[in-house]
């Protein structure tokens, strides 16, 4: 068996998904980050949203149901949310929860700014430009 070394892997890649199953009439509470997809892979499950803030009032979503094949759609969650999981059916139902990739730090942000300002630097310029923006004397 081949042998994954982590450091390979590269840090904007998703991780892996989390695979849930429902017995018949059973219900649990997930927190989903930001970005991240809940797939129904099996049955049907009803999904009820936990009331969000919005200005001075809280406002509660409707209730949704997903049927086998069918996920939440791209880019409903902003922020993280607390969703209530329930099996609609009377046989066993499966969802594949995918965290989004995520974004980079500041760190990495400041890094990759710094790195492309200096790659680009022509050593052989006699005015010593940074790509086609003239360096500071």
Known sequence: MPQRNPTTI???????AVTLGLAPGQSLWLCLPPGSA??????????????R???????TL???????GEHLPEGWNTKATW???????HCRSEIQ????????????Q?????????A????TAKNRTFGKVPAMR
């Not at 969703?83 to 059916?89: R, T």
């Not at 929860?97 to 990495?108: C, F, N, Q, S």
């Not at 680009?120 to 050593?123: E, H, L, V």
């Open 120 to 123: 680009g630097r022509d050593k």
């Open 62 to 68: 409707p209730q949704m149901r997903l049927g086998a």
């Open 110 to 118: 400041l890094r990759h700014l710094l790195r492309s300002a200096f």
């Open 38 to 51: 809940l797939h129904t892979t099996q049955g049907e499950v009803s999904l009820r949203f936990a009331p």
């Open 83 to 89: 969703v209530q999981v329930g099996n609609a059916l």
């Open 97 to 108: 929860v995918i965290e989004g990739t995520p974004r980079p730090g500041l760190w990495h």
């Open 53 to 59: 803030d919005f200005g001075h009032a809280l406002h």
């Open 10 to 16: 590269p840090p904007t890649t998703p991780s892996a």
